[in-house]
């Protein structure tokens, strides 16, 4: 019912427009009737197109000025304005229609007007001026009549709007690093008079969608993504920008929704590796605690490493009988053994990171790759550098051992800074093709540039011999194997030409070498 009398309301009005301009035409010399009815079926003409911008606004308030003026030459000049008072309260309702319509903008400041609200402003300023100019009692009483009008409704507008317009419940996340998760936020307006409102991330990491229009009583919901960084601000802060009921001013506020706790990479891997080694039992097979539950899987009966003892079985090896517990328990009892499987992996660790980011960073990478080997029964090494020399070399371990020494070897990883920057991504690959195709084409030119190239390449080469990266991996490689795979687990800082290169050797030998 409250839509239906705002609806019947405005065509009123409507009607009450187009009657007054009709009988201003009239009670107006020619000229002036002419563009009266051209005011009118301008008027006409944007109702029948369903015309809402500002031209339709700035049409009604020609007209609310017009009709006080025509209307002082048959009615007191004090009294026109009152005849034309209902195109204003027309207009004041297309305002509060197309307030939803506009955009709000961030804001630097606390309150603001918008396009509209200042050409308004200007409007009503230059009317009363004019009227003053000329002397136009009618003009300068309707002016004053718009300035009243406008002074109102800001007045209105500061007074009915709290400092914090939107309510929203404050709670604590719990968030991995770097890694993206969205919520849904729910905005409660605490003025009715509120059309609109826009939110705008304070950080880079933060994105959300924007809320629908405002409706009384309805609570708006909105969108936030968040991928933290790990030296960010515990709060997450939204910057947000409310239109007012007439699309005049805009207001900016902020909230705090949320409370971080963004988990570092490395503490995440770390309770990952930890809660693996709590499930699983010495051997190398992945979370299983009893012989029973990995019977049904592999069928434990052959290896050469320990795993854990079951009652003897028919088919089990008598030669793997475990004498001792058998006399304790007066029971046959026998031994189970597992062997490893898959090629030999060389887990070769950079413990130097420029920042805590990319420590974390490193941190995560080893802890994982070593899980994921661990529960995949890959057997593998650790090799570790630094920017000085080799850390540490280890044999091939197994899967516990292998997750109990990435955890030793994470708390090593120290952060350095390097004065050293990369423009790009250094390409071996394409610098040695290069040489390649230059040794086709022989003219001064192009053999002073393959002669460049050699020297890059070799200085490339040179560099390569020398770093602790190349030096850990070929000891390595003495000790676990020469065709063992290689994951590098590194941030490409000083031994950005070293692993470069070792991956082109590895790729022209067909050997498998990743960087994570």
């Given at each position: 019912m409250k839509i239906l009398s705002n609806r019947l309301t405005v065509i009123s009005l409507r009607i009450y427009t187009i009657g007054a301009l009709i009988v201003a035409a009239l009670v107006s010399p020619p000229v002036l009737s002419i563009s009266v009815l051209i005011t009118m079926f301008a008027y006409l003409f944007m109702l029948w197109r369903g015309i809402r911008t500002n031209a339709h606004t700035m049409l009604l308030l020609f007209i609310f000025f017009g009709v006080a003026v025509l209307f002082s030459q048959v009615v007191n000049s004090l009294v026109s304005p009152l005849i034309a008072f209902p195109v204003l309260l027309l207009f004041n309702r297309i305002l509060e229609e197309d307030a939803p319509l506009g955009t709000p903008v961030h804001l630097k400041h606390k309150l603001a007007i918008t396009p509209k609200g200042l050409i308004l402003v200007i409007t009503a300023v230059a009317s009363l001026m004019i009227g003053i100019l000329v002397s136009n009692s009618s003009l300068l009483m309707s002016s004053l009549v718009f300035i009243i009008y406008l002074a109102v409704i800001g007045t209105l507008t500061i007074l009915k709007t709290p400092a914090q317009p939107v309510l929203v419940e404050q709670s604590t996340l719990s968030v991995l690093v770097g890694k993206q998760n969205s919520f849904n936020l729910s905005l409660i307006p605490l003025n009715p008079d509120i059309q609109k409102i826009a939110l705008f991330p304070s950080s880079t990491w933060l994105s959300l969608t924007q809320p629908e229009p405002v409706i009384p009583g309805k609570t708006l919901t909105t969108k936030v993504i968040i991928t933290p960084p790990l030296s960010g601000p515990t709060k997450i802060r939204l910057e947000g920008t409310l239109v007012d009921r007439w699309g005049l001013t805009l207001k900016g506020f902020h909230l705090e929704p949320?409370?971080?706790?963004?988990?570092?990479?490395?503490?995440?891997?770390?309770?990952?590796?930890?809660?693996?080694?709590?499930?699983?039992?010495?051997?190398?097979?992945?979370?299983?605690?009893?012989?029973?539950?990995?019977?049904?899987?592999?069928?434990?009966?052959?290896?050469?490493?320990?795993?854990?003892?079951?009652?003897?079985?028919?088919?089990?090896?008598?030669?793997?009988?475990?004498?001792?517990?058998?006399?304790?328990?007066?029971?046959?009892?026998?031994?189970?053994?597992?062997?490893?499987?898959?090629?030999?992996?060389?887990?070769?660790?950079?413990?130097?990171?420029?920042?805590?980011?990319?420590?974390?960073?490193?941190?995560?990478?080893?802890?994982?790759?070593?899980?994921?080997?661990?529960?995949?029964?890959?057997?593998?090494?650790?090799?570790?550098?630094?920017?000085?020399?080799?850390?540490?070399?280890?044999?091939?371990?197994?899967?516990?051992?292998?997750?109990?020494?990435?955890?030793?070897?994470?708390?090593?990883?120290?952060?350095?800074?390097?004065?050293?920057?990369?423009?790009?991504?250094?390409?071996?690959?394409?610098?040695?093709?290069?040489?390649?195709?230059?040794?086709?084409?022989?003219?001064?030119?192009?053999?002073?540039?393959?002669?460049?190239?050699?020297?890059?390449?070799?200085?490339?080469?040179?560099?390569?011999?020398?770093?602790?990266?190349?030096?850990?991996?070929?000891?390595?490689?003495?000790?676990?194997?020469?065709?063992?795979?290689?994951?590098?687990?590194?941030?490409?800082?000083?031994?950005?030409?070293?692993?470069?290169?070792?991956?082109?050797?590895?790729?022209?030998?067909?050997?498998?070498?990743?960087?994570?």
């Open positions: 949320y409370l971080l706790n963004v988990i570092p990479r490395a503490r995440y891997a770390e309770w990952l590796a930890r809660k693996y080694l709590a499930e699983t039992t010495e051997g190398t097979l992945p979370l299983v605690s009893t012989v029973s539950k990995m019977k049904p899987l592999y069928g434990l009966r052959r290896g050469i490493e320990y795993y854990g003892s079951q009652l003897y079985q028919p088919g089990d090896s008598l030669k793997n009988i475990d004498w001792k517990h058998s006399t304790k328990y007066n029971k046959l009892i026998s031994k189970e053994f597992t062997a490893f499987k898959g090629q030999q992996v060389i887990l070769l660790v950079n413990l130097d990171a420029g920042n805590e980011d990319e420590a974390d960073k490193q941190a995560f990478n080893l802890v994982t790759a070593a899980l994921s080997l661990a529960r995949e029964q890959v057997p593998a090494a650790i090799a570790a550098y630094n920017s000085k020399a080799p850390v540490m070399i280890t044999g091939v371990l197994t899967a516990q051992k292998l997750l109990s020494k990435a955890l030793e070897t994470m708390e090593k990883i120290a952060i350095v800074n390097t004065p050293i920057k990369y423009l790009g991504k250094l390409d071996i690959v394409r610098l040695r093709a290069n040489i390649n195709r230059l040794q086709f084409v022989h003219n001064a030119h192009t053999d002073k540039l393959a002669a460049v190239l050699r020297i890059e390449y070799e200085n490339l080469k040179n560099i390569s011999k020398t770093n602790p990266a190349s030096q850990t991996l070929l000891a390595a490689m003495n000790i676990v194997g020469r065709q063992s795979s290689v994951i590098v687990v590194t941030q490409l800082n000083h031994d950005t030409e070293a692993i470069e290169f070792n991956r082109f050797i590895a790729l022209s030998t067909g050997k498998t070498m990743i960087v994570i």
